[in-house]
T-cell receptor, first 113, second 113 residues
Framework: QKEVEQNSGPLSVPEGAIASLNCTYSDRGSQSFFWYRQYSGKSPELIMFIYSNGDKEDGRFTAQLNKASQYVSLLIRDSQPSDSATYLC?????????????FGAGTQVVVTP | EAGVTQFPSHSVIEKGQTVTLRCDPISGHDNLYWYRRVMGKEIKFLLHFVKESKQDESGMPNNRFLAERTGGTYSTLKVQPAELEDSGVYFCASNKETYYEQYFGPGTRLTVT
């Protein structure tokens, strides 16, 4: 079982619709959760982070965390063509390896006009 | 504020040769991380520096990889001798505090032929 799992996609979303991305993780002790966006050939760019159960909203983005279910999601509202990218879920474990982010393979999102 | 920079952006070497990658973190960031993404796989942690000390090097694949961060500023990652399976994109990231988001550089694409 992979430490962090994401659907690879591609996830095709009409412009203006909501894109829903999911991520599950295996380490129950994980404390911090991050969503990065990566355009082809570019560096991962932080979109959001979430530490507590529940929802966190930032503009068109909402992160949702459920530690009991070991599940974190990202919603992109009013999707734009510029949102077309690969979205990476990253999880930070607890303990001595607190800097050792574990990444999912990423979900490719394609927003169609 | 300048972001994380990496040099070179692309390196093509032959099997058995040596390559040195460089990373300059964001000024003031004590934490520096190296990651690698092999084609088709997720981004994988290599190691973590706190200032000039190695906090966690559990992700280093073998002793052909040597990372240094003299003086706690920039870091180098040397691969000697390079093998075909070392090909991939090597990312560097940095942050000021533990558990917080990591800021990624643009990566160095290493191709070993």
């Amino acid at each position: 079982q992979k430490e962090v799992e994401q659907n690879s996609g591609p996830l095709s979303v009409p412009e203006g619709a909501i894109a829903s991305l999911n991520c599950t993780y295996s380490d129950r002790g994980s404390q911090s959760f991050f969503w990065y966006r990566q355009y082809s050939g570019k560096s991962p760019e932080l979109i959001m982070f979430i530490y507590s159960n529940g929802d966190k909203e930032d503009g068109r983005f909402t992160a949702q965390l459920n530690k009991a279910s070991q599940y974190v999601s990202l919603l992109i509202r009013d999707s734009q063509p510029s949102d077309s990218a690969t979205y990476l879920c990253a999880v930070a474990p607890l303990g001595d390896s607190w800097g050792k982010f574990q990444f999912g393979a990423g979900t490719q999102v394609v927003v169609t006009p | 504020e300048a972001g994380v920079t990496q040099f070179p952006s692309h390196s093509v070497i032959e099997k058995g040769q040596t390559v040195t990658l460089r990373c300059d973190p964001i000024s003031g960031h004590d934490n520096l991380y190296w990651y690698r993404r092999v084609m088709g796989k997720e981004i994988k942690f290599l190691l973590h520096f706190v200032k000039e000390s190695k906090q966690d090097e559990s992700g280093m694949p073998n002793n052909r990889f040597l990372a240094e961060r003299t003086g706690g500023t920039y870091s180098t990652l040397k691969v000697q001798p390079a093998e075909l399976e070392d090909s991939g994109v090597y990312f560097c990231a940095s942050n000021k505090e533990t558990y917080y988001e990591q800021y990624f550089g643009p990566g160095t694409r290493l191709t070993v032929t």
